[in-house]
C-alpha cells in the first residue's frame, strides 16, 4: 500500500509517515495544500491518500474533488479536526470515502486505512 499524505502542519504529516512506516505501510509523498496535493496525486499514482480538509491555496474538499475527477477510482481518506461535521459531510459528497478525526489513535488510522484499501 502506497499513500501520499496531505496536511499543512508539518508536525501532522511526520506524525502520520511515523505511524504508516511503523506499521510497514509506503509513504510515497507529502502534500501542504490541496493545490500540491492534487498534483503529488497525479505524479505519484498512490494507493490512498490521507487528505486534511482546512489546508491553504486549496483546502481537501476542493483537492478530493479535483482528485476524483482525474481519477475517479482515487480512495481517500479525509481527515479533519473535531467539530468539522459539516466538513466531512461536504468531504464525503466530495468523493472521500471515508474520514477519521483529529486527534487519531495510530490503530483507528491503520484501520480505517486497510479497510478503505481493501475496497
Avoid: H, W
Avoid at 501520499?4 to 510497514?24: Q, S, V, Y
Wanted: charged content about 30%.
Amino acid at each position: 500500500m502506497k499513500v501520499l499524505i496531505a496536511d499543512d502542519a508539518a508536525f501532522m504529516r511526520m506524525m502520520i509517515r511515523n505511524i504508516l512506516e511503523e506499521n510497514g505501510i509506503e509513504v510515497i509523498g507529502e502534500a501542504s495544500n490541496g493545490k500540491e496535493a492534487v498534483e503529488r496525486y497525479k505524479e505519484l499514482s498512490p494507493d490512498l491518500v490521507t487528505m486534511d480538509i482546512t489546508m491553504p491555496v486549496k483546502n481537501g474538499i476542493d483537492a478530493i474533488k479535483d482528485i476524483r475527477a482525474f481519477d475517479s477510482k482515487a480512495k481517500i481518506l479525509a481527515c479533519s479536526a473535531m467539530g468539522q461535521e459539516s466538513m466531512v459531510i461536504e468531504a464525503i459528497k466530495g468523493g472521500a470515502q471515508g474520514f477519521i478525526v483529529k486527534p487519531f489513535q495510530a490503530d483507528k488510522l491503520i484501520l480505517e486505512l486497510t479497510k478503505l484499501y481493501e475496497k
